[in-house]
């Protein structure tokens, strides 16, 4: 079972990002922040709006040394078509289409889609978030921000820390 604490596991798969389809290697990003997430399903109803928001807020994550990672099981083909729809996505669409990020992840569902799964990652490696829910819900982009700026303080934060406010002090 993934726990919180362990080594990522590594994933090397084909994206699409800025009409370029290649190869992305999760082991590339080590010594930066990952938000690693995955959606069920190109063309569907809530994926876009997750999409769009965090596109939104790709400067933010870029700013805190961030880099986005998105995962579905459609092809990098299905990846490039739906990001022209969507507009200029700024971070790769990765295309897990022989399911092995989803089970490594531990996230498949009986029906061949991954449930919605954030994780964020450390600069060596570590999973320091899990967030899996129900696919009818969407993310929020700004809680999925907080999150990662309070685990890059390094210290304990209330419930409700919002970046700027005092911290709880070392753990």
């Known amino acids: 079972m993934i726990k919180l604490g362990q080594k990522a596991p590594n994933i090397i798969l084909e994206g699409f990002k800025a009409n370029h389809i290649k190869k992305y290697n999760l082991k590339d ?78 996230i498949d569902l009986a029906s061949g889609i991954s449930s919605r799964g954030t994780f964020i990652i450390d600069p060596k490696g570590i999973i320091r978030y899990i967030l899996v829910s129900d696919n009818n819900v969407g993310r929020s982009v700004t809680e999925i921000l907080r999150v990662l700026k309070a685990l890059q303080t390094g210290e304990m934060s209330p419930a409700g820390w919002k970046p700027g406010q005092k911290t709880l002090g070392k753990g």
């Open 29 to 106: 990003y080590r010594k930066k922040w990952v938000i690693l997430f995955f959606y069920p399903l190109d063309f569907s109803f809530v994926c876009p709006t997750e999409i769009i928001a965090l596109n939104k807020k790709y400067q933010e994550f870029a700013d805190s040394h961030t880099e986005i990672l998105g995962v579905s099981v459609d092809s990098v083909y299905a990846h490039q078509e739906w990001s022209r729809q969507l507009g200029d996505i700024k971070f790769p669409l990765l295309s897990d289409i022989n399911k092995e990020a989803i089970q490594k992840y531990e």
